[in-house]
């Protein structure tokens, strides 16, 4: 729904710059559109705000799907190691090391699927966000094998397994593991309740 409303809200301010537009080249007063232009942004603009300052999270078990369309996702686990990888490719944390056991899954009912910019990151209380460490990424593939993308392709009801490291500080505790998916201009969106997990 909130998808819907801001591509109606996109289409009627290119129409609005449309007609804008015309009416600056035929040399007719454009006023009125300019402010029809201001109210859409500004209202738009109000709801996202109250939307963003009501929106809250949801802690769920491990293994609930959180899903974009048909794509799902799903953290089955984590683990902490005190290092990574062996020999002269052992690594040691710059904080603490959080592996994630990811499980991506296609829903769809007649179609592969391939998600758009799927993004795992931690968050800790204070709102700092970590994204994965490619450190500690490449010590683990190091020892266990080459990982898959989250982003693979995934054909009619298959899943896949992959495993993410992160690299946080030691004192991070009660930290929520979101699964994102999207370009950047999904963040325009309103902001819905969004599932989350949570570690340590």
């Known amino acids: 729904?909130?998808?819907?409303?801001?591509?109606?809200?996109?289409?009627?301010?290119?129409i609005f710059?449309?007609?804008?537009?015309?009416?600056?080249?035929?040399?007719?007063?454009?006023v009125s559109t300019s402010k029809s232009l201001v109210i859409i942004v500004?209202?738009?603009?109000?709801?996202?705000s109250i939307?963003?300052?009501?929106?809250?999270?949801?802690?769920?078990?491990?293994?609930?799907?959180?899903c974009f369309d048909d794509w799902c996702a799903t953290v089955l686990k984590f683990e902490r190691p005190k290092t990574l990888g062996k020999g002269n490719q052992l690594r040691?944390?710059?904080?603490?090391?959080?592996?994630?056991?990811?499980?991506?899954?296609?829903?769809?009912?007649?179609?592969?699927?391939?998600?758009?910019e799927p993004r795992v990151h931690l968050e800790d209380p204070k709102g700092n966000s970590y994204s994965?460490?490619?450190?500690?990424?490449?010590?683990?593939?190091?020892?266990?094998?080459?990982?898959?993308?989250?982003?693979?392709?995934?054909?009619?009801?298959?899943?896949?397994?992959?495993q993410l490291v992160f690299d946080i500080p030691k004192e991070a505790k009660n930290v929520k593991v979101v699964i994102d998916e999207g370009p950047f201009i999904?963040?325009?969106?309103?902001?819905?309740?969004r599932e989350v997990f949570v570690i340590l």
């Not at 990982?147 to 995934?154: A, F, H, V």
């Not at 999904?186 to 309740?193: C, P």
């Open 1 to 14: 729904m909130t998808t819907l409303i801001f591509f109606g809200t996109i289409v009627a301010l290119f």
């Open 17 to 30: 710059v449309v007609r804008g537009l015309m009416q600056a080249f035929q040399g007719k007063n454009i």
């Open 42 to 48: 500004i209202s738009y603009s109000l709801l996202w």
């Open 51 to 66: 939307f963003y300052g009501i929106s809250s999270d949801k802690v769920v078990p491990f293994g609930t799907d959180i």
């Open 92 to 116: 040691y944390p710059h904080g603490q090391f959080i592996i994630l056991k990811i499980k991506m899954s296609n829903h769809a009912r007649g179609i592969a699927q391939k998600p758009s």
């Open 132 to 162: 994965f460490s490619t450190e500690g990424q490449l010590a683990l593939e190091k020892q266990n094998g080459k990982q898959i993308p989250i982003d693979e392709r995934l054909e009619l009801h298959q899943s896949l397994e992959t």
């Open 186 to 193: 999904t963040k325009l969106l309103w902001k819905e309740d």
